[in-house]
């Protein structure tokens, strides 16, 4: 997808559900510190949210989501700094250290990215996974992180 199409899907998606101050976009720079602490690549989709928006609030889609009770809420994307801090852990409590939390639901779930070690291309998109910690159990929420927003969208736009 397009860097302005995906922009617009992104702007979408804040101006639906995120509530509080305007979200700050974090640096390129930032985002290149927590891949080399986090020995991972972030994909192409991801950086181009976070340098755009940044850290969100959404705790509505706890209610939207009813709708679809397969479909876990995002209450919040985390911030950059509560991504690289909270990594080391999470992969101690149970995390797979094979993911890299990006967010989490109202029940403390959490949204992760396959965590791909820093070697080769950046990607372009990769799934969305959630990990419930309750079951110890990975799933894959959305096939993109493109995809991840849209979903959301189109419950609240279906919602009778």
């Known amino acids: 997808m397009e860097s302005a ?37 972030f994909p192409t989709s991801y950086r181009l949210f976070m340098t755009s928006f940044g850290e969100l609030y959404t705790p509505d889609l706890f209610d939207l989501r009813l709708g679809d009770p397969e479909m876990p809420d995002l209450k919040n994307l985390a911030s950059l700094e509560e991504v690289v801090a909270e990594a080391a852990g999470l992969w101690s409590a149970g995390t797979p250290d094979d993911l890299v939390v990006i967010g989490n639901d109202i029940m403390g779930n959490l949204f992760c990215l396959p965590r791909l070690r820093r070697r080769g291309s950046r990607p372009d998109d990769l799934p969305i996974k959630f990990f419930d910690h309750e079951f110890l159990d990975v799933a894959v929420v959305a096939e993109s992180f493109d995809e991840w927003p849209s979903l959301f969208l189109r419950l609240k736009h279906e919602k009778p």
């Open 5 to 41: 199409r995906r922009i617009a899907l992104y702007r979408r998606f804040v101006e639906t559900f995120h509530h509080g101050a305007p979200p700050v976009p974090v640096t390129s720079a930032e985002l290149d510190e927590a891949e080399r602490v986090l020995d991972t690549v």
